[in-house]
Antibody
Framework: QVQLQQWGAGLLKPSETLSLTCAVY????????WTWVRQPPGKGLEWIGE???????KYNPSLKSRVTVSLDTSKNQFSLRLTSVTPADTAAYYC???????????WGQGTLVTVSA | NFMLTQPPSVSESPGKTVTISCTRS????????VQWYQQRPGSSPTTVIY?????PSGVPDRFSGSIDSSSNSASLTISGLKTEDEADFHC??????????FGGGTKLTVL
């Protein structure tokens, strides 16, 4: 059974760079796409972007200028970088596997990232 | 691009049936599959319906999904409501460029 475990810094100052990593345990890493989703406190889910096993990426147009998703196939890990964060980037960030027709399952446990001066 | 609109909240009594709608703002709801996720407080989302009406293994058949082209909406129906069903539910689809779109989420209260 596939499990995703994520980690990264939980408290950032404005203008800093958010960095999170997600490790995939069990199942195939190269047969799927991998994605990041965030959820501001009390609000809905927002798709951030995805990466294919080839390394090809696709990002939410609203975040594209600040986002980089990368992968390390040797470690079965993929990562998220979001530059120049502001308090509006405060959210729970989730990693997930992308199955056919953009079905996200399973999800990582989530990381709450707070941006505050 | 398009938006998915859900009611902010719904409530119903245990044992009853509730339906949560997800309306697509432009383009046909039938063009791209819709997924539904359940999210309990403090937890990650989990799938209850994928590809419009498919249930992952382990999800009870009290949960069902459908689409209605006349209202351009997808629906999640939960029958025989239990208090443990209380959660936020999110619909999700994707556009022709494969950009992912989520609805705003619906809080289900079982009282």
């Amino acid at each position: 059974q596939v499990q995703l475990q994520q980690w990264g810094a939980g408290l950032l100052k404005p203008s800093e760079t958010l960095s999170l990593t997600c490790a995939v345990y069990g199942g195939s890493f190269t047969d799927y796409y991998w994605t990041w989703v965030r959820q501001p406190p009390g609000k809905g889910l927002e798709w951030i972007g995805e990466i294919k096993h080839s390394g090809s990426t696709k990002y939410n147009p609203s975040l594209k200028s600040r986002v980089t998703v990368s992968l390390d196939t040797s470690k079965n890990q993929f990562s998220l970088r979001l530059t120049s964060v502001t308090p509006a980037d405060t959210a729970a960030y989730y990693c997930a596997r992308v199955s056919d027709y953009w079905w996200f399952d399973p999800w990582g446990q989530g990381t709450l990232v707070t941006v505050s001066a | 691009n398009f938006m998915l609109t859900q009611p902010p909240s719904v409530s119903e009594s245990p044992g009853k049936t509730v339906t949560i709608s997800c309306t697509r703002s432009s383009g046909s709801i039938a063009t791209n599959y819709v997924q539904w996720y359940q999210q309990r407080p403090g937890s990650s989302p989990t799938t209850v319906i994928y590809e419009d009406n498919q249930r992952p293994s382990g999800v009870p058949d009290r949960f069902s999904g459908s689409i209605d082209s006349s209202s351009n909406s997808a629906s999640l129906t939960i029958s025989g409501l239990k208090t443990e069903d209380e959660a936020d539910f999110h619909c999700q689809s994707y556009d022709t460029d494969n950009n992912v779109v989520f609805g705003g989420g619906t809080k289900l209260t079982v009282l």
